[in-house]
């Protein structure tokens, strides 16, 4: 499987987001802001992130998710350790 585009992440984010917010169609989809500036409680960006990842098929170490501040530096990580794992492979 090819790795995925930064912008196929974020449309599989953006889809999982979508997913696990009721409100998310009242909130403009902003990848420079946390889920939960768009309104994501602790629980719904665990769902986010681990559905995510289950998608890609990578693994992201939660100290290292801890350090993110939007959801383009999750995209940036994601993308990175797909790349990796490929190189790996």
Known sequence: MPVPSKQ?????VKEHLMDNLEDMDDVEFDPDKSMKDMGANSLDIVEVVSCTMR???VKVPRAELSKLDNV????DMLHATALE???AA
């Open 72 to 75: 383009t530096q999750l995209v």
């Open 85 to 87: 794992k490929e190189a």
């Open 8 to 12: 196929e992440i974020i449309d599989i």
């Open 55 to 57: 998608d890609l098929k």
